[in-house]
């Protein structure tokens, strides 16, 4: 992308910090929305829509899974035709009607079945129910796909990068998004979810649509002072440009020089705002790409024959993101039975807090985001000017540190959430409970606090840390398509988590139809299942260590300003500042 040009000269408007009330509204409503129903959906999908638990834990994957792949639709328009405004405010309103029409469903008593008592057999949500339910959460994820990869990027937009006294910002404000994110996740999973469970779904849904429609209006509101970048072309459009090209040239011999491959810099410039991207030595075979033969007109070349050192790179960047971007999926599985399994825990558990006052099941969230927060505001005001003092880096450590460590906590988070697990159960059985999955344990449900505290921590490090390394490492012209690689991991993740599920609760049927997933947890082995998480997060853990020892971060040619003054050209690996 770049930025709005006329009169032959760029045009900027203000962007910067003042522009951040106004985006930051726009995914905290969404998130409020969103999360104050997912968190608590599976709640609604057994109590309400009578679904058993198993399909009812999958819908939620499911969704989350959706959720999380549209951002590439999504991303693909704001980067090729839309920009970034005009996508997150048409997704905005798509999320905005779904979630009208999940409202109505949740007043409407013909829309749900009836309520039934705690000893008869509940009668299920018939199929017109269930496609109204799947219509809205249709419309719910199309809208998140325009939003969370633009939103991101967008913020990010907001400052130049090729000044050294913004630069420092963009960094800054991935911290501040997060938690700016994750306080609007706090208020959802205790306001929202307590209003869902004590005064009904009605008010529960209509208060984050209503939310919405308000960040719609500030969103628009704040438009003169963006920083808005327009469209540069398909991003997918020059990747395969790049691989057609080589195949053509698959034959030819690789020039004895790099500063042979071709070069244009007035076609790349679009491409190339805040930098040139530098000839790498890796995947030499794309290279061929960038080779001039006499067929060739440089002046005005054919793409699908000839491509610059520049775009080549692009796609040799994105490549090389591929694996890291890949070891991130295993922790989101990890991450989603938070709002399964856990939840089911929580509902068994004694939730009082003081007289008869009892914590919603899907609020104990509050600890995972309060945890989260705590850590985000740590490691910008303590951890970064400490470490920096060792490091010499401005971020303090690298992304790629940063998402290391984070596995590192998941891993003791799931360990910790199966001995739990076990001692839930022995309670359970000292006091002849294992029958009786809807009489409360006697046991506080405040034992499920460190490994939701674990998550927490582990996610400001290393959902971050990820967040972070796919701005910062793809190329210039696709960063909503990163973020949407960002989203996508999540997405494989929830996905990855109903496969699990499905096999576990297959291939661990026993005798008289037990399993370790059963509807009654009590008769389950769900601490196998954690375990079995926790072994899959430690292998994933060794082939991040892989991953990082032998990636390459990219190389850029920047253009430095200094006071408006343009002071020369610098080479620097984006990630090391």
Request: aromatic content about 12%; some cysteine; glycine content about 8%.
């Amino acid at each position: 992308m770049m930025e709005k040009k006329g009169s032959g000269r760029v045009e900027r408007t203000k962007g910067g910090f003042i522009t951040m009330p106004f985006i930051f509204s726009n995914e905290a409503c969404e998130k409020l929305a969103v999360v104050g129903f997912g968190f608590n959906m599976i709640s609604y999908l057994t109590r309400e829509l009578h679904m058993p638990i198993t399909k009812a834990a999958n819908t939620v994957t499911n969704f989350g899974g959706t959720s999380s792949l549209t951002p590439l639709l999504g991303a693909f328009l704001a980067d090729a035709y839309a920009g970034r405004f005009w996508t997150i405010t048409v997704a905005s309103i798509i999320y905005q009607i779904g979630m009208t029409c999940l409202t109505i469903s949740a007043v409407l008593p013909q829309l749900r079945p009836p309520p039934c008592n705690p000893n008869q057999v509940c009668q299920q949500a018939d199929t017109g129910q269930l496609g109204i339910l799947y219509f809205s959460l249709l419309l719910a994820a199309l809208g998140a796909g325009g939003i969370r990869p633009c939103v991101v990027a967008f913020g990010a937009d907001q400052f130049d990068e090729t000044d050294p006294k913004q630069k420092t910002k963009t960094w800054k404000f991935f911290n501040w998004y997060y938690f700016c994110m994750g306080a609007s996740i706090l208020v959802a999973v205790t306001v929202v979810v307590y209003i869902q469970d004590n005064i009904g779904w009605g008010w529960g849904l209509g208060i984050p649509t209503m939310a919405m429609f308000l960040s719609i209006i500030a969103f628009i509101i704040g438009y003169p002072m963006y920083r808005n970048l327009v469209p540069a072309g398909s991003p997918f459009t020059r990747l395969v440009q790049v691989c057609v090209a080589a195949f053509k040239k698959r034959n030819l011999h690789m020039v004895s020089d790099p500063k042979l491959l071709y070069e244009n810099e007035e076609l790349d410039a679009s491409i190339s705002v805040a930098g040139k991207l530098l000839h790498t030595e890796h995947m030499k075979f794309l290279d061929k790409a960038a080779i001039v033969t006499q067929e060739d007109n440089i002046k005005s070349p054919n793409p699908w024959r000839l491509n610059t050192v520049h775009r080549v790179e692009e796609l040799k960047s994105m490549i090389r993101m591929g694996p890291v971007w890949a070891s991130g999926i295993i922790l989101i599985t990890a991450y989603a039975q938070q709002n399964t399994f856990s939840l089911q825990q929580a509902q068994t558990m004694d939730r009082h807090l003081a007289g008869s006052f009892q914590i919603p099941a899907g609020s104990m969230t509050v600890f995972t985001m309060t945890s989260m927060l705590t850590t985000i505001a740590f490691y910008d005001r303590i951890f970064i000017p400490v470490i920096r003092r060792f490091t010499g880096l401005d971020r303090g450590i690298n992304f790629l540190h940063r998402m290391g460590i984070g596995f590192i906590i998941s891993i003791v988070a799931t360990l910790v959430a199966g001995f739990i697990e076990v001692r839930r159960k022995n309670v359970a059985s000292a006091h002849g409970l294992i029958n009786n999955p809807k009489t409360t344990i006697p046991i506080s449900v405040f034992w499920l606090v460190p490994q939701y505290c674990l998550y927490g921590i582990a996610e400001a490090f290393m959902s971050i840390g990820h967040l972070e390394f796919f701005y910062d490492q793809a190329p210039e012209s696709m960063k909503s398509t990163a973020m949407a690689l960002f989203w996508t991991a999540i997405s494989l993740g929830n996905y990855t988590s109903t496969l699990l599920v499905s096999l576990v609760h297959r291939y661990s049927a026993g005798p008289g139809g037990s399993n370790w997933l059963p509807d009654n947890l009590n008769k389950g082995k769900l601490e196998y299942f954690y375990w079995l998480i926790t072994s899959l997060q430690v292998m994933n853990l060794f082939y991040y260590v892989i991953c990082v020892k032998f990636y390459t971060f990219k190389p850029i040619e920047t253009q430095r300003k200094e006071d408006s003054e343009s002071t020369g050209n610098e080479v620097e690996l984006a990630g090391h500042v």
